[in-house]
């Protein structure tokens, strides 16, 4: 087995090492790549890596720039991609409440689709506005920074966030990138508690940001639906109301796909014996303590 640096793992067979320098390509896209660097990244003898790149070449899966003498996704790898998310169909679902979410916000809706360990934006509905935030489409981030990213890090069980952030340093992109452990774990709490992720120039200088996850029938966390825009057009007030607004889209989403919560089971009717002996024990209550029971203090808790 060989382990590249995103962490996915592949079989030594020429078809796993084939798949390894595909993933490699599209992890470093846009970026071109050369042969050393294929070879020392995927732990390959040059001359392998350089025969993998030429069959990939003459099959269209890669594009060689002759000037640089480096390698890039093709049209081939183009055709399957978008042959899978058509098959998945998600878009086609999501992009519905994208136009909702542009129309009703004037701000860029966007969806990122979880690969691994990073997510890769797959869909954009642009805002109407002169002065507004757009994505690279294909284009591959870490989980660790933005909204997009949180929301999908959250809706992931503890066992997977804590292996993910073992495996990962806090790199900041930002002066408002998270880069404590301890920061990021409370921050990924909040998100689950409220619904949505909320970034403020984390992953990019001036943008801002709100996300929710999205799932699939199975649970599975496919992606993330998000807004952004202008950093300096995200209020407080309105990163609440976008907020609420993505994570109801979201949710909708979700359930198109199939997706259901588990639902919380409603308490057990009591048998009849169980009922005869509540209703002994309350008229056995004393007159005192039913009044210290009016006079007790309660606590309700808000959100």
């Not at 078809?15 to 990244?41: C, F, K, N």
């Not at 069980?157 to 408002?176: C, K, N, S």
């Not at 993505?246 to 259901?260: F, H, P, T």
Request: aromatic share 4%.
């Amino acid at each position: 087995m060989i382990e590249p640096a995103d962490g996915h793992r592949y079989t030594t067979s020429g078809l796993g090492r084939a798949l390894a320098v595909i993933d490699l390509l599209a992890e470093r896209s846009p970026d071109m790549v050369g042969v050393s660097t294929v070879a020392r990244e995927l732990d390959l003898p040059k001359a392998v890596a350089h025969r993998i790149l030429k069959e990939l070449t003459a099959n269209q899966f890669v594009t060689f720039d002759e000037g640089t003498r480096r390698y890039r996704l093709g049209s081939g790898a183009l055709a399957v991609g978008l042959a899978a998310l058509r098959a998945i169909d998600v878009q086609a679902v999501t992009n519905r409440h994208m136009r909702r979410l542009t129309e009703a916000t004037g701000e860029t809706a966007t969806l990122s689709m979880r690969q691994g360990w990073v997510r890769v934006y797959t869909d954009q509905v642009l805002s109407p506005h002169e002065i507004r935030m757009s994505v690279t489409l294909g284009s591959r981030h870490s989980l660790l920074a933005g909204s997009s990213s949180k929301a999908i890090l959250a809706a992931l069980p503890d066992a997977e966030v804590a292996e993910y952030l073992a495996g990962h340093e806090l790199v900041p992109l930002t002066a408002a990138t998270i880069t404590s452990v301890e920061q990021l774990w409370a921050d990924l709490r909040q998100v689950r508690e409220q619904g949505y992720a909320v970034s403020q120039g984390e992953r990019q200088a001036g943008a801002a940001s709100v996300a929710a996850a999205i799932r699939l029938a199975s649970g599975e966390v496919y992606g993330s639906l998000s807004l952004c825009g202008p950093q300096d057009r995200f209020s407080p007030r309105l990163l609440a109301e976008y907020g609420d607004l993505v994570a109801d889209a979201a949710r909708q989403v979700s359930a198109e796909l199939g997706y259901q919560p588990a639902a919380t089971p409603a308490p057990a009717e009591p048998e009849q014996g169980d009922r005869r002996r509540v209703a002994r024990r309350q008229a056995a209550r004393s007159t005192t303590d039913q009044s210290e029971s009016s006079s007790a203090e309660v606590v309700v808790s808000q959100k």
